[in-house]
């Protein structure tokens, strides 16, 4: 069965860093690219970005170039989120998705299949 | 940036009933590049439809999808209890190489 399982909810203050975590299982985690999608509280699905787990090239939203790095480690089939100094306005649901066996020319997903739980990401002073 | 629209933003519906959510498209999207997701309150999304009109295996065959160029409708033919959820059009296109409408609430009537 393949499973996405992310880590807990945080609570953080503005300024700290944080770093969260998705973990595959049931499938090749190298073999499909992890995006990660943010929800802000009532809103919709906004696509951060990817990372290939295979050699960890990363393509970003230009919304969240800068702001966010998506990294993985392939030997424990986990890729991360990590921010370096929080804002009040990162506060949100963030989940992790796999790339849907369905690619476009370039052998890029074209959707997502199997998503994480979420991890809720609360940052106040 | 391709934005997508979706209307109506809530639908109010009962049991039974047929379901018709909308997916308009800035630009022309590749049909091959239009996917559908519910999510349920509380839930991860999940997806019901690629390519435009291809259905998950293991979704029912009471979700259909169609359309082509800037337009595209995701059809519900007999809502069930839970079908009731929020519903997602998703379009595959570059920087941002994923973007989302903005969801159509399908509430029970």
């Known amino acids: 069965e393949v499973q996405l399982v992310q880590s807990g909810a945080e609570v953080k203050k503005p300024g700290e860093s944080l770093r969260i975590s998705c973990k595959g299982s049931g499938y090749s985690f190298t073999s499909y690219w992890i995006s990660w999608v943010r929800q802000m509280p009532g809103k919709g699905l906004e696509w951060m970005g990817r990372i290939d787990p295979s050699d960890s090239y990363t393509n970003y939203s230009p919304s969240f170039q800068g702001h966010v790095t998506i990294s993985a480690d392939k030997s424990i089939s986990t890729a991360y989120l990590q921010w370096s100094s929080l804002k009040a306005s990162d506060t949100a649901m963030y989940y992790c998705?796999?790339?849907?066996?369905?690619?476009?020319?370039?052998?890029?997903?074209?959707?997502?299949?199997?998503w994480g739980q979420g991890t809720l990401v609360t940052v106040s002073s | 940036e391709i934005v997508l629209t979706q209307s109506p933003g809530t639908l109010s519906l009962s049991p039974g009933e047929r379901a018709t959510l909308s997916c308009r498209a800035s630009?022309?999207?590749?049909?091959?590049?239009l996917a559908w997701y519910q999510q349920k309150c509380g839930q991860a999304p999940r997806l019901l439809i690629y390519?435009?009109?291809s259905r998950v295996t293991g979704i029912p065959d009471r979700f259909s999808g169609s359309g082509s160029g800037t337009d595209f409708t995701l059809t519900i033919s007999r809502l069930e209890p839970e079908d009731f959820a929020v519903y997602y059009c998703q379009q595959y296109g570059t920087s941002p190489e994923y973007t989302f409408g903005q969801g159509t609430k399908l509430e029970i009537k």
């Open positions: 998705a796999k790339g849907f066996n369905y690619y476009d020319s370039s052998g890029y997903p074209l959707a997502f299949d199997y």
């Open positions: 630009q022309s999207v590749s049909s091959n590049y």
């Open positions: 390519g435009a009109s």
